[in-house]
Nanobody, 118 residues
């Protein structure tokens, strides 16, 4: 029923760009804050970017500030992560997450692999 489906990952050279998409269904998308997390091999899962329900406010990990941009389209029930100036240390599985401040419900996608390598 509830689904978060990520796409857009792949192999890119350092300095390149990718745009990740996450399409949501099965819940009221506009009632949830949306987040992108990532997890690299041997590292803890990390919050990369967050956006409020209406898209009025965003937050980023220090490691991606100035390079990544999160956005959402509440008509298309989609959240995006534009990733520019990619570095090898950005290599990770990227996960889409939906969080309700009201209910604390938390939904996760299956992830999409991003590999930055020359």
């Amino acid at each position: 029923q509830v689904q978060l489906v990520e796409s857009g990952g792949g192999l890119v050279q350092p300095g390149g760009s990718l745009r990740l998409s996450c399409v949501a269904s099965g819940f009221t998308f506009s009632s949830y804050a949306m987040n992108w997390y990532r997890q690299a091999p041997g590292k803890e899962r990390e919050l990369v970017a967050a956006i409020t329900r209406t898209g009025g406010s965003t937050n980023y990990a220090d490691s991606v500030k100035g390079r990544f941009t999160i956005s959402r389209d509440n008509v298309k029930n989609t959240v995006y992560l534009q990733m520019n100036s990619l570095k090898p240390e950005d290599t990770a599985v990227y996960y889409c997450n939906a969080f309700s401040v009201l209910t604390s419900l938390n939904y996760w996608g299956q992830g999409t692999q991003v590999t930055v390598s020359s």
